[in-house]
C-alpha cells in the first residue's frame, strides 16, 4: 500500500457497517442525526454553487 509524505495510507481499508436494530428507537436522536445529515449537504452544495459562481465571474473579466 502506498503512503503519501507523513506515513498514512493513500487509500482507506473497506468498513463494514452492521445495522443494529432495536424495539424503541430514539426517535428524536435519529432526527437530529438527519437534520444534521441535510445541513452538511446544503452548505456543500452551496459552497460548490459559490465557486462555481465565482469561477464563472473570473473568467468574464479577462
Known sequence: MKHDKRGRPMTS????VTPEFRDNPDI???GRALIAV?????????AEEKAAKEGSQGDSMT
Open 13 to 16: 481499508n473497506n468498513v463494514k
Open 28 to 30: 428524536e436522536k435519529l
Open 38 to 46: 441535510a445541513i452538511s449537504i446544503a452548505q456543500k452544495k452551496e
